[in-house]
């Protein structure tokens, strides 16, 4: 039988990312390419405690179907973490509960934009972003970054071009903190800045923050949605970085004509999320887990992404400049030259080390020459050690071309 795929389906492709997932556990390759947490960071013990007692005393709730948006205790439970981390003011009935906040992304472009329309990112930005964009045929206009993540002056100026051309952005996407790929964090008055265009252009700004609660340096910066006229911003947040991602929980916030929206498309998507991980969640953060949980992560990561740096500064000086994030999960690296790193990446892996390239992460063919590094996977050994794999990579690259 001769299948006929639709054309969104056709147009998709592989993660980058996924492809090198699969290559995780093959001997000897050091993997500095994923976004996974440490498993040393996985707070096994109170989790069996916590999985325990909801079958002892939810059972027949947790093993059961459960509502479209989430469990209404669960989300009550999120809206006071949220007022307590984050600042941001939200009823639990402004929550969906989402199956990982990649779930969330596809809904959001599913729900706000058309095919074909256009929407305006990071450039570049998080490639899960780029699948779930990608796969509802929306056209991505990526804004450049510097240290201080979107240039805001670059938002503005693509927005009167793109409306000039009679295409206004359905949203503007943006990951604020510690971005993923960069690790750029964006000053407050940046986002004050974002609010305004998003409120004088009438276009929704969506804040992704997973790695918010990492920070490793530095003061807090407040997320959007808890500033001044920021209560209208579309926010995305996940357990995955500090539970596990392997419960798969993300959750989204929005305005109430919005989530009615997400509810519908979600009960075509999965009817609900998983309800026993929702009651995981819901006494992991009812007994302060939580927040015992993200400081001991912070103390291994900070380790490590100081290993990071400083093996950058004593094997790629010369060859490469970088980010020093203050929190998060990832080094951005460019190559000096015209070096493609896609190209590069066989030799690296015969070589024994993953990264992702920078293309994996473009909205716009560019940033051939760069590569997202992650530091909260490996040891600190592994993570020396596949920079000087890198370094040895790089040279050969050189001689060869």
Same mark, same amino acid.
């Given at each position: 039988?001769?299948? $006929? ?23 000897? =390759? ?25 079958? /002892? ?11 479209? =948006? ?5 989300? +009550? ?8 981390? +984050? ?9 969906? #509960? ?10 959001l472009a599913t729900v706000l934009a058309n095919p074909g329309d256009t929407i305006i990112t990071e450039e570049p930005t998080y ?13 991505? /206009? ?52 974002? #609010? ?72 075509? =998507? ?19 887990? #939580?927040?015992?949980q993200i400081e001991e992560n912070k103390k291994i990561y900070k380790v490590k992404r100081d290993r990071m740096v400083s093996a950058?500064? /004593? ?14 999960m990832f080094v951005w690296a460019t190559l000096n030259g015209n070096i493609d790193t896609r190209m590069m990446r066989e030799q ?25 590094? $992650? ?27």
């Amino acid at each position: 039988m001769k299948f $006929n795929f639709s054309d969104s389906v056709l147009g998709m492709k592989p993660s980058e990312i996924r492809e090198l997932n699969k290559m995780a556990s093959t001997p000897g =390759l050091i993997s500095l390419g994923g976004g996974m947490p440490s498993p040393e960071t996985f707070p096994k013990k109170d989790l069996e405690d916590i999985m325990n007692y909801v079958m /002892e005393n939810y059972a027949d709730l947790a093993l059961q179907y459960g509502n479209t =948006l989430g469990n209404d205790s669960a989300r +009550e439970v999120i809206a006071d973490m949220l007022k307590k981390t +984050e600042g941001i003011q939200a009823a639990s009935k402004n929550i969906i #509960i989402n199956s990982g906040s990649q779930q969330g992304l596809y809904e959001l472009a599913t729900v706000l934009a058309n095919p074909g329309d256009t929407i305006i990112t990071e450039e570049p930005t998080y490639v899960g972003a780029v699948s779930a964009f990608s796969a509802n045929q929306l056209r991505m /206009e990526g804004v450049e970054m510097d240290q201080q993540g979107m240039i805001v002056e670059g938002l503005e100026g693509t927005i009167r071009k793109l409306m000039g051309d009679g295409r206004k952005p359905r949203f503007i996407y943006v990951i604020p903190t510690f971005q993923n790929p960069t690790g750029y964090t964006m000053p407050e008055e940046r986002r004050k800045v974002l #609010i305004e265009i998003s409120e004088t252009y009438n276009i929704p700004l969506v804040e992704d923050n997973p790695y918010g609660q990492l920070r490793y340096y530095g003061k807090n910066v407040d997320s959007i949605r808890s500033m001044k006229n920021g209560e209208n911003t579309i926010y995305l947040g996940t357990f995955s970085k500090v539970m596990t991602p392997g419960l798969r929980l993300g959750y989204t916030i929005a305005p109430d004509e919005v989530m009615e929206k997400f509810n519908l498309i979600k009960q075509a =998507l999965d009817l609900a999320t998983n309800s026993f991980s929702q009651y995981v969640a819901m006494e992991y953060v009812k007994r302060g887990v #939580i927040y015992r949980q993200i400081e001991e992560n912070k103390k291994i990561y900070k380790v490590k992404r100081d290993r990071m740096v400083s093996a950058l500064r /004593e094997y790629m000086d010369g060859v490469a400049r970088w980010s020093e994030p203050e929190g998060g999960m990832f080094v951005w690296a460019t190559l000096n030259g015209n070096i493609d790193t896609r190209m590069m990446r066989e030799q690296a892996m015969r070589n024994g080390v993953a990264y992702v390239s920078g293309q994996a992460f473009t909205t716009n063919n560019t940033q051939k020459s760069s590569m997202r590094l $992650n530091f909260t996977f490996g040891s600190v050994e592994q993570i020396e050690e596949g920079i000087k794999r890198i370094r040895k990579t790089v040279d050969s690259y050189i001689e060869k071309h």
